[in-house]
């Protein structure tokens, strides 16, 4: 309990009658770094929002460090954001807007000043005090976003898409400094994002939110390598998601054919969802492998061919450093640790899992 | 579509424009600084230019630049709390505000300030409901505070339409970026909110503050002819007195005046934005 900094328990929010968050509970660690992943309208937002205090649940409670912080207004929480849009007030210098937070709390002229050097030599904008955020670039000013919001020490940053309106090199180049700064400003960072990849790189937890609801808790890794349903996997990473029975334990039909796998426990029978990552699945020769198809397209991608193979009513997709030709029959092969079996959701709410402690 | 013909400048469109600005401003403002710089006979002089030193015209320039300034100052202080309560509706809700806010210049300007004088006479509506209320009846008509609240209902819908476009333009992630940093209302009032919508508030000064101060109209019929504003010597110094000459030396003594008093304002415009008077 001790190394727990904010609790959300069972938030309920809802718009114009439309239901937002569900019941919604959520602990985060000190010093952690969580990511809400999710796509556009699954609630992300307004999660961080209701942290924030921009939002009040309509019902639940909001405990930071153990204290119930559920209605009190955002200038009285010790959090502090870093907008989308940036944000930055555009009548200040780069440095009056760093100060801002700090001259609220009557800090002296001195700490002020000392901050405001140290933060924005934290985001590579040492020279830019003197500026206006309208002749900075997006990437610039979202530094000075995120150096307006540390110099106040948060316990807990919160990040709404940060990254959302730079270009994609850019969006590489900030993942890398976020991670730097928060190992050395080393606060707890609560981060939004609908960018898959951009979660799995920096994230030590993330959560995988649909529709208010969250759908699964973990590691990158554990995300990635065991979604816990169609939903995950499809959203995590490309995924070939196809309908499966599971013949016995270790033994599932694809397409007609009984392929060997390592999950054990299922229903004899039972219909499943059957998970492979393009990257797992190896093209052979025709005749060879568990699959039959004929190769319908492919795309060169730089590191790897993205390479399209219709089998019946499916169509694969494979990633591989060989490519193949439009129109040849080919087999497909998977090793059995590859195969991610999941149990077919009965309802919605029976989407929802969670990682076991 | 050749994108390179619609950008062309078509400086020939402003001929209507410019023909009308030579023939009912630049003409007439010469013949004015004419009037204005000869006497009767029609020598060279700058006495009626001067003659906004005299104490009894002194003393009506002095009077108009305190309604002007008065009426300036609370329409802002009217406007600005509108304009923040305004900007949490909804749209429909804000356009229907506007409306109302606007309503009364559909109504002519004789007719808005004869009401006035009615409410405002010794018998009237307002000392009327006073009585009933039993308190003491207020003695307004023709007094400065008549006229004060006869400019400041005429002019006060051009101070809250600027500053309203300026407030609405303002990003409300702004306003949550100041509370997320530790701002309260007030501080984010001041602190943001104030400082962008100083091009807006620029606008409404100069579009309340000129009017109001050569206003003679509402001075006419609210002060009873008792308290003379500057218009209404002027408007004196052409129609009783027939002194054009006169009466033009002392617009134009106006018209200096109330340049230098703008000069002044935009003097303290944030860089970048300039209003859109100036």
Known sequence: ?357 | MNEGKTMKKRPWLATPYAVWVAGFTMIPLLVIFQYALTSREGAFTLANVMAIFEPVHLKALLFSLEIAVGCTIICILLSYPLVMAMRRLNMGRQGFTLFILILPMWMNFILRILAWQLILSNNGILNFILQKAGLLPLSLANTGTAIMIGVIYDYLPYMVLPIFNAVAEIDEDLVEAARDLGANSLTVFCKVILPLSVPGLLSGIVMVFVPSMTSFVIADVLGGGKLQLIGNVIEQEFTKSANWNMGSGLSVSLMLFVLISMAFTTKNETEGKSSSIW
């Open chain 1, 1 to 357: 309990m001790q190394d727990v900094i904010l609790q959300l328990d069972a938030v309920s929010k809802s718009f114009d009658g439309k239901m937002i968050l569900k019941d919604f509970d959520l602990e985060i660690k000190r010093n952690e770094f969580v990511t809400l992943l999710g796509p556009s309208g699954c609630g992300k937002s307004t999660t961080l929002r209701i942290i924030g205090g921009f939002e009040k649940p309509d019902g639940g409670r909001v405990l930071f460090e153990g204290k119930d912080v559920t209605s009190l207004s955002p200038d009285k929480r010790n959090v502090n954001t870093v907008f989308q849009k940036y944000s930055l007030f555009p009548h200040m210098s780069v440095a009056e807007n760093i100060a801002f937070g700090l001259r609220l709390k009557k800090k002296s002229k001195q700490y002020i000043d000392d901050k405001i050097a140290y933060a924005l030599k934290l985001v590579n904008m040492a020279s830019y005090a003197q500026r206006k955020p309208a002749s900075l670039s997006g990437g610039q000013q979202q530094r000075v976003a995120i150096a307006r919001a540390i110099v106040n020490e948060p316990e807990i940053l919160l990040l709404d898409e940060p990254l959302g309106a730079l270009d994609l090199k850019l969006r590489h180049e900030m993942q890398r400094e976020l991670i730097k700064i928060k190992k050395e400003v080393g606060i707890t960072f609560v981060y939004v994002t609908h960018d898959q990849e951009e979660a799995l790189t920096m994230s030590d937890r993330i959560v995988v939110m649909n529709k208010g609801i969250i759908q699964q808790m973990g590691t990158s890794k554990s995300i990635y390598d065991e979604p816990q349903n169609a939903f995950v996997a499809d959203f995590i990473g490309d995924s070939n998601i196809i309908d499966g029975i599971m013949k016995q334990d270790r033994l599932v039909r694809i397409q007609g054919v009984d392929v060997p796998c390592v999950d054990e426990g299922f229903g004899r029978d039972e219909l499943v969802d059957v998970v492979i990552r393009p990257e797992d699945l190896v093209i052979v020769a025709e005749g060879q492998g568990y699959v039959r198809g004929m190769v319908v397209s492919i795309i060169f991608k730089g590191a790897y061919y993205e390479i399209k193979v219709r089998a019946g009513e499916y169509e694969w997709s494979v990633q591989s450093v060989n490519p193949a030709q439009i129109g040849a029959m080919v087999g497909l092969t998977i090793l059995p640790d590859n195969i991610q079996i999941m149990h077919k959701p009965l309802s919605e709410d029976a989407e929802v899992t969670k990682e076991d402690e």
